[in-house]
């Protein structure tokens, strides 16, 4: 483990962001912390400071206050809670499997953050210790469905609700572990899902995939609810895959314009798993 050894201007520093209750920062603020100081003497403090023990480079010039108490080599701080440093102003929340995560629905934990952003953000995808944080894009009429969700007893993050986490996982498969995964969530979910705003957004998303995907597997598993009446009267007749992750094979589904490339045993396996 190594020493946290500080010095004058490093304890200026912890001092001045724990009195706010900041555990994180950028350089930018670093500096005016310091102002006597020159940009580059900042830059090598926060490197000696990172190089002791002191703090976590989460992204260049984003920096996170390990604990004393803690083991820098170890130490890496609740995924969700550093997700507003990485992405800025950025609007954004925390989807796909990540949401998934968060809402209970998962039965595999997953060591990649993923979360839908407002604007691009290059790279797409960055490493925290080994976490891979990734960057997807929503144009505006797909980014909504979003509030504040509890993680723990203290803290929230913006995150897709579960309705909203179904619809985009359903238009991207592949980024929430496979149809399976989404099938599996859906169905230990039925109970609590509000159908209603299902539709709602199935509507406002305006994704014949998710429509088609949607009323398919509520039909598979024998959810009981109005809105598959609904879905059918907006269904066209163009087919699409229902696991974009395999081949475009298999048979052909009519009512739902969906092809089966994926064993129907090993949908409703699901369930049960």
């Not at 475009?248 to 090993?266: F, V």
Request: proline content about 3%; some cysteine.
């Amino acid at each position: 483990m190594k020493h946290k050894n500080t010095s004058t201007q490093s304890n200026e520093i912890l001092s001045y962001f724990n009195s706010r209750n900041e555990v994180c920062f950028e350089y930018k603020e670093a500096t005016k912390v310091l102002p006597s100081s020159k940009e580059n003497t900042v830059r090598r403090l926060l490197s000696d400071m990172t190089s002791r023990g002191l703090l976590m480079r989460i992204k260049d010039g984003v920096y996170y206050i390990i604990p004393y108490e803690e083991n820098p080599e170890t130490f890496m701080p609740d995924w969700h809670l550093i997700v507003k440093y990485l992405v800025k102003e950025a609007k954004h929340y925390i989807g796909y499997y990540s949401a998934l995560q968060i809402h209970n629905l998962i039965t595999q934990p997953s060591l990649k953050e993923q979360i839908v952003v407002a604007k691009q953000i290059r790279p797409s995808e960055i490493k925290v210790k080994d976490i891979t944080f990734q960057f997807i894009y929503h144009n505006e009429s797909h980014f909504f469905g979003e509030k504040k969700t509890w993680i723990d007893n203290f803290n929230k993050v913006s995150c897709s609700d579960i309705e909203k986490t179904i619809i985009d996982c359903l238009f991207k498969p592949d980024y929430a572990g496979g149809i399976v995964e989404v099938a599996r969530a859906i169905y230990s979910t039925k109970e609590k899902l509000n159908y209603k705003k299902l539709l709602e957004y199935t509507i406002k998303f305006e994704s014949q995939a998710v429509v088609k995907r949607l009323g398919y597997i509520l039909e598979l598993f024998e959810i009981k609810t109005e809105i598959i009446q609904e879905l059918q009267k907006i269904k066209t007749a163009s087919y699409v895959v229902l696991d974009t992750e395999l081949p475009k094979i298999g048979k052909r589904n009519s009512r739902w314009s969906i092809q089966q490339n994926l064993d129907i045993e090993t949908i409703k396996s699901a369930m049960f798993t």
